[in-house]
């Protein structure tokens, strides 16, 4: 089992829609975690990072974490073409030279 | 502000050739420094990192190698590439005691072995 699972889609969605991406994990001890925003052919930009259980929202981005099942979510509401790429969840549980686990990434495609 | 640099932003090389990617940062002093490899649909794998001049760690054992002749300087290389070593490499950075959660990564290099 990997310690970081995350379905590679591709997800498609109009325009509008609520769009809910996963990860779930292994290791209890991952504190902190980050959501990535990758376009084609890019690196990879911070999007939302969350420490420990709980929610955090930022204009159209919700981070959800629930440590109990070992699960975190992004919601992006009213998506738009412009959110068309792939994210990467990633999680760390921090101190030392930090070296953050990331799931394999989900492609999202966001249609007019 | 800072910025990171990688080049070349593509390269095709053939099997055996050898490999020498380059990343520099600018704006900031004595970061922690970060080389990854992303295969289609495989997620990110950390390569190697370093957390000063000279101080390199190995995460996966391969044919690459990794230096850090300068404070803001990353080399990735290879003596003889394989297949297997196409990817798009991408570098990183961030503060050496910054937040758990801040990484910045650079444009990357897509690397197509023949």
């Known amino acids: 089992q990997k310690e970081v699972e995350q379905d590679p889609g591709p997800l498609s969605v109009p325009e509008g829609a609520i769009v809910s991406l996963n990860c779930t994990y292994s290791?209890?001890?991952?504190?902190?975690f980050m959501w990535y925003r990758q376009y084609s052919r890019k690196g990879p930009e911070l999007l939302m990072y969350t420490y420990s259980s709980g929610n955090k929202e930022d204009g159209r981005f919700t981070a959800q974490v629930d440590k109990s099942s070992k699960y975190i979510s992004l919601f992006i509401r009213d998506s738009q073409p412009s959110d068309s790429a792939t994210y990467l969840c990633?999680?760390?549980?921090?101190?030392?030279?930090?070296?953050?686990?990331f799931g394999r990434g989900t492609s999202l495609i966001v249609h007019p | 502000s800072q910025t990171i640099h990688q080049w070349p932003a593509t390269l095709v090389q053939p099997v055996g050739s050898p490999l020498s990617l380059e990343c520099t940062v600018e704006g900031t002093s004595n970061p922690n420094l970060y080389w990854y490899r992303q295969a289609a649909g495989r997620g990110l794998q950390l390569l190697f990192y370093?957390?000063?001049?000279?101080?390199i760690s190995s995460e996966v054992p391969q044919n690459l190698s990794a230096s850090r002749p300068q404070d803001r300087q990353f080399i990735l290389s290879s003596k003889k590439l394989l297949l297997s070593d196409s990817g798009f490499y991408l570098c990183?950075?961030?503060?050496?005691?910054?937040?758990?959660?801040?990484?910045?990564f650079g444009p990357g290099t897509r690397l197509t072995v023949t």
């Open positions: 990633a999680m760390t549980k921090g101190g030392g030279s930090y070296i953050p686990t």
């Open positions: 370093s957390v000063g001049i000279g101080q």
């Open positions: 290791n209890s001890a991952f504190q902190y």
């Open positions: 990183a950075w961030r503060y050496p005691s910054g937040s758990p959660y801040e990484q910045y």
